[in-house]
């Protein structure tokens, strides 16, 4: 039967609805990188919340998982299993990592083993995206012949993820640098990219795009930062969304260093990149420039989207006077992408005994941070960009609290160790920075949600909604109540960035229409299935059903249908931006018929045998020709019953029967102990066995006589030598003996006999 669901849609969520985007969420992929130190190294999860949580770590394709309790702004530790590394280069592997909680968390991944570790920041779901650009390292060389690749790794979070991948540099398996190529995954599965080569070869810039949200993570598996510095570590960074990238970054020497090393990568072409207020170079898309950077602070902007990686250099270049340090590698936020709150964990984890959190805020939010709600002071504006302002601070090992109000932070946590280090984004916003807060279109007499997504706090807006309306709120809501295309204009003024933005776009009302989404569909477990939108000119889909099933394709094909998958599978179409009311299809999947004929079993002699099933079906065929619904078995073989339901979903069901008769006791009914040479003994005989004992019972069910001994006969007298009297006894024997199927057996036998003298 069709159903039809209708209901009032409320509001149109626009594409900057992901603005409230950050790294705090409640659904998560991630995935661990080859680590020099192959299944030796520890792998923990950081786990972090405003709120009292709870939720599960799991590893879904190895069917481990662990549960796991937060309080409010404290840090709990998850270790994981050797097994979530990911090993090798360009194979498909099941190392996806998925996190899920009842409230907002932040994560934090820790990968660590013999003076080697790195740190990154875990985005949820809402806050990745489908398009990316790789930042890493050169690998390295060691002195016994092996080459420590640059890497990369990718995590699917839907199944049929198609992705397409452009290496910037020669791969482990060959392909060469320009070389494109895709690889389709399913939720959970993993796919690492490693270098054909240690430190002649980098990753960096390789591309990676998908027609669904992805995890990419990107690094080094040993790595020497500069290339010419002495120590080496291993290097792990969650990639960001290009559209996240920003235009404008503080960047802040690490503490104690006297030199960092810098990259810039451009997403676009043409873009002019200024360092501290002078020009440093112009890049096309993909292309970064690599610096040593030996300022206190400096500030980064450019005109189009950048992302920009901070190194720790090696102990031999760094200049930190402890000797401590190693390479490690953190993505810098944009000023643009802050955040009021951040709670992170400064690790003691292999050695760590320095631990540092520099905190950036807009010079207007200075006096409102705090960290672990005590006042931070000694903050100093950064160069090139007095409306900024940073400090670095020294913090003990374990979980830190931070505050800002009005125009927020960002915080970068970072340690040293003898040889060692970590560095991770503390955590920011990663809202799609240039999205278009106007919808391009909206159905008849419905609410229109606008959202510019900023606090009110932080800025001013001035709406026009084309038809002789406006607001000056930052998320207004409104009705059209006629048919049309309305020039919708915003002015939007971002009191801490200190810009004045106009945006103006058409706005399309629409009526809502329906959408056809097929008839229902009945078919056999293992079928595949194609569901069918039509009646809609131009327009986007999205469909919904069971087992969290999603797509956005107009005619989606489900391979290998299990019974679960059964239920309602419903449809809503778009067409410039207003929504069609929910159709729904039915699919129901048969489970695969089964006849259940019977445990396999043995026959004696020819013994018949009836197998037939206990239930009914269209058609019968046995193997041996027979199209009736039962079959007499009278020798042994092997007996297969192939059965046609009314769907024709065919299923079959085959049982073994075996040539074996079991053991029998031949019992007398009487004998006659007079001692005459005749029948003087209750003998009785016992084919094979491995097991015996015989009891006989007079007539108030004393025992008489008992033998575990199969040549041993009763001889009509009683424990201690007296006669037996005459009359009727009751025997009951017990044996067991060895089946056909090679298990053990109990049989039972029992009657009486007559004593007569």
Known sequence: MKKVVVFILVGVLTSLGAIAQSNEGTDFWMGFMNHIDENMNNKVLMLTSRYDASGTVSIPLQNWSQDFTISANEVTLIDMPASAETFNSEIVRNTGVHITSDLPISVYAHQYFARRSEAALVLPVQSIGQDYLIMSYFGFDANNGEAYPSEFLIIATEDETMIEITVSDRTLKGKVAGTTFTVELDEGESYQVQAGGGAAFDLTSSKVTSDKPIAVFGGAKWSQVSTTCFARDNLYEQMYPVETWGKKFALVRHQGATTDRIRIMASEDDTQVFLAGNFLTTLNAGEYVERTFSSASAFIEAYKPIMVAQYIQGSGCNGIASGNGDPSMVLLNSVEQTRDSVTLYSSPFENIVENYITIIVNSLSINSVTLDGAPVTGFTEVTGNDEYSYVGVKVSAGNHFLT???????????????IESYAYSGGASFRSINANPIPVGACLNDTVIFDTGLPDDRAFAIWDFGDGSGSNLLAPSHIYDALGTYRVRLILTDICLKTVDTIEQDLIV?????????????????????????DLPEATYTWTGPQDYFSEEQFPTILDMQPNMSGEYSVVGTISGCSTYPNVTEVFVRPTPDPELREDTSICDGGPILLESPYLYDRYQWASGSSMPSFLVTEPGEYILTVTDDLNCIGSDTVSIVAFCPPQLFVPTGFTPNNDGFNDLFAFRASYMIRFEIQVFNRWGQIVFATDNPDQYWDGTLPGGKLASEGVYVWQANFDYDGRDGFTYVRRQSGTITLVR
Do not use: M, N
Request: a negative charge.
């Open 404 to 418: 800002a109000s009005g125009c927020g932070l960002i915080a970068t946590a970072y340690g040293y160790g003898e």
């Open 510 to 534: 629409t009526l809502r229409q329906q959408v056809f989404a097929g008839e229902d569909q009945r078919l056999c477990e293992g079928a595949s299935v194609e569901l069918i939108a039509t």
